[in-house]
């Protein structure tokens, strides 16, 4: 076995995608199932959209720090090259906030 990689930007992105998408379509699904049964939509509804809002904003921060290599990229060298380390640190803590 060969083991689990953390560094691969394109199984992220793809991984986040599918994600994403199956919780747009659990969202979905429920406004839609309400509908269907003629329910009214209650507050647990709302704070599912909002709670699922929020995690497309998580997703879209992700893919930008994917997009700007500060995320699902090798570290570097540490002992050849420690400052390589530190700038991946640096890129990464930029992104975040």
Do not use: C
């Amino acid at each position: 076995m060969a083991g689990v990689r953390y560094d691969n930007p394109v199984g992220l992105i793809v991984g986040t995608a599918i994600l994403q998408a199956l919780a747009a379509l659990s969202v979905g699904l429920r406004f839609y199932t309400r509908r269907w049964k003629r329910q009214k939509i209650i507050t647990s509804d709302w704070l599912v959209t909002v709670a699922f809002i929020f995690g497309a904003g998580l997703t879209a921060l992700e893919l930008y720090a994917i997009s700007s290599h500060a995320l699902a990229y090798p570290a570097g060298a540490s002992i050849e090259d420690p400052k390589s380390v530190t700038d991946r640190v640096n890129r990464a803590k930029y992104v975040s906030g």
